[in-house]
């Protein structure tokens, strides 16, 4: 991990996973999601291409990711359709 004065800690979006759960800021998640979330979301850090993966600044990520709210999805396997919404 890159000293707090030096430069970025650019890790792969599969390290990227590994660090935010073993550190305890996301309960869980994959490199799949992270890629979704880098496409969707205009607040996600910068994302750099190396090679084949891309990489971000884990200084960067890690406080979006401790500041992120999420709002998970309505489970339809479980729960079948969600009601329809009154108007």
């Known amino acids: 991990m890159a000293d ?3 430069g970025p800690d650019m ?5 990227l996973a590994r660090r935010l759960v ?13 890629s ?3 496409r969707e979301d205009p607040e ?3 994302v750099v291409k190396v090679g084949r993966s891309n990489a ?3 200084r960067l990520a890690a406080p979006y990711f401790r500041g992120r709210v999420t709002r ?10 969600p009601p329809a919404a009154d108007e």
């Not at 073993?22 to 992270?34: D, M, N, P, Y």
Request: aromatic share 10%.
């Open 36 to 38: 979704k979330i880098s």
């Open 4 to 6: 707090a004065e030096g």
């Open 22 to 34: 073993a550190e305890g800021i996301v309960e869980t998640i994959s490199h799949q999601r992270l």
């Open 56 to 58: 971000v600044d884990y």
């Open 44 to 46: 996600f850090p910068p």
């Open 72 to 81: 998970p999805g309505w489970r339809t396997d479980l729960k079948g359709r």
């Open 11 to 15: 890790v792969s979006f599969r390290e």
